[in-house]
């Protein structure tokens, strides 16, 4: 594992894949020597955020850089117990006086709602990690250190948990499929399609918004005739008056009717 590899050299995809595995491992594993609870936690969290970020890069050289500095890693955890200055180092990384935490921790703080920052150290990603993985199950939680730090009291990160608890166990609608057969389309006089489940009593809101938009329509239909009406019989008037031969007094009224309705169907 610990070989440099070459950018000239690639290693089939399925080399690529054992190695990165036997890293994966190899890197929990080191974790086990520091018996610092703070920093155990920070390392698992960092090594788990970091394959998953990487996990469908699909350049090569890329992958043989990123296996280049995960054995550089790899190495560094292996000294670490023996060396004073990697101590020191993942000491102030895990503790937030640098790194990521430290800027998790101030972000944390930049919120003055005190339950929506006790909701926000439930996760303490990235925004690039939670648009990348935004599933519930790849959230890292702030630790003990980040929680005082932020200054959450205990009692909120207690209600949140209980509340997330609760969400939890909260059963999700089932969403029911139905089959064509089961689904009946009524179609209304005015040419509206609506459907309906065979057994399925309608609900009252849907049956009184049905009947007034039913109403409206009616409305303009009836509006719409009368119009017409009243047009057809001013035409009319007017043939006869020009057949007599006769001045029509309503020549100039049908044409402002005409525009009238062109108006209200404008309208409508």
Not at 169 to 195: C, D, E, L, S
Request: hydrophobic share 30%; proline share 4%; charged share 30%.
């Amino acid at each position: 594992l610990n070989q440099g590899y070459t950018l000239n050299y690639f290693p089939s995809l399925q080399k690529i894949k054992k190695k990165t595995l036997d890293l994966y491992k190899s890197l929990l594993k080191s974790t086990r020597s520091l018996k610092d609870v703070n920093q155990h936690h920070f390392l698992i969290n960092t090594i788990r955020e970091r394959f998953r970020f990487h996990k469908h890069e699909s350049s090569r050289p890329r992958i043989l850089g990123l296996l280049r500095e995960g054995n550089e890693a790899l190495r560094i955890l292996e000294e670490a117990p023996h060396n004073s200055i990697y101590m020191e180092r993942i000491n102030a990384l895990a503790e937030a006086k640098a790194g990521p935490l430290k800027n998790s921790v101030e972000k944390l703080r930049r919120i003055p709602n005190l339950k929506i920052r006790a909701l926000a150290i439930k996760d303490i990603r990235s925004r690039t990690l939670k648009r990348r993985n935004h599933d519930s199950k790849n959230h890292i939680p702030g630790s003990d250190i980040v929680r005082k730090l932020a200054r959450i009291p205990d009692s909120l990160t207690t209600t949140t948990t209980t509340t997330t608890h609760q969400e939890k166990n909260q059963k999700k609608p089932k969403m029911i499929k139905r089959k064509p057969y089961q689904i009946v389309k009524t179609i209304t006089a005015q040419g509206f399609t609506f459907k309906r489940l065979r057994g399925w009593r309608q609900p009252v809101k849907t049956a009184m918004m049905i009947k007034k938009r039913i109403k409206k329509s009616q409305q303009w239909t009836n509006h719409q005739q009368t119009i017409e009406s009243l047009l057809d019989i001013i035409s009319h008037e007017q043939l006869f008056y020009d057949t007599l031969g006769v001045n029509n007094h309503l020549k100039d009224y049908s044409k402002f009717s005409s525009i009238l309705w062109k108006g209200e169907g404008k309208k409508k």
